[in-house]
């Protein structure tokens, strides 16, 4: 499967205009971005500890729905989750671009998130943001905002509110 005439591309700098010259877009937030399905997803790096790819998954008996199981790392157990399942998408079999997110919830929780493909650390101008009420309907709890940016829609992960109640 070829997936880079899939893949959604970017430029290299977030300070570029469209002419390709340095122009300052003011504050940006700096995101993981990564693909499900077809779709662009980011999540802000100051909630990320490490991208890893995917190694053995340890299956938890009785788990919740969408936990694939617990991994070892570096001597920290941390569970894993299928993204896709947090949204609602069908489960796909994990390839050689599956990767990890290690994403950090607080001090003393961490949980990994499956994903399809890691693309890219990208600076994104808090302008091209449109934030969303966590109130509107339930599959937009977890998402902060909807980013416009490089003729890109980018779909931004609020991650304490997808695990807001999870011990």
């Not at 599956?98 to 499956?114: A, F, H, P, W």
């Not at 309907?137 to 931004?156: K, P, T």
Request: with cysteine; net charge negative; proline share 3%.
């Amino acid at each position: 499967m070829d997936v880079t005439n899939e893949m959604p591309t970017f430029g290299n700098n977030a300070q570029m205009d469209n002419n390709n010259e340095s122009a300052y877009l003011g504050p940006c937030t700096r995101c993981v971005l990564f693909t499900l399905e077809n779709e662009v997803y980011g999540i802000q790096v100051k909630k990320i500890r490490e991208v890893l790819r995917v190694g053995n998954i340890r299956n938890v008996a009785g788990a919740a729905y969408g936990v694939l199981g617990v991994i070892n790392v570096r001597g920290v157990i941390v569970t894993v989750v299928d993204s896709r399942s947090m949204h609602n998408m069908p489960s796909r079999e994990i390839d050689d671009l599956s990767r990890i997110i290690i994403v950090e919830l607080d001090e003393e929780r961490t949980v990994g998130l499956l994903v399809d493909f890691v693309m890219e650390v990208k600076d994104i101008p808090e302008d091209k943001i449109e934030p969303l009420s966590a109130t509107k309907e339930s599959a937009s709890r977890y998402i902060q905002g909807i980013a416009h940016f490089q003729d890109n829609v980018i779909i931004l992960i609020d991650v304490d509110n997808m695990f807001a109640g999870i011990e």
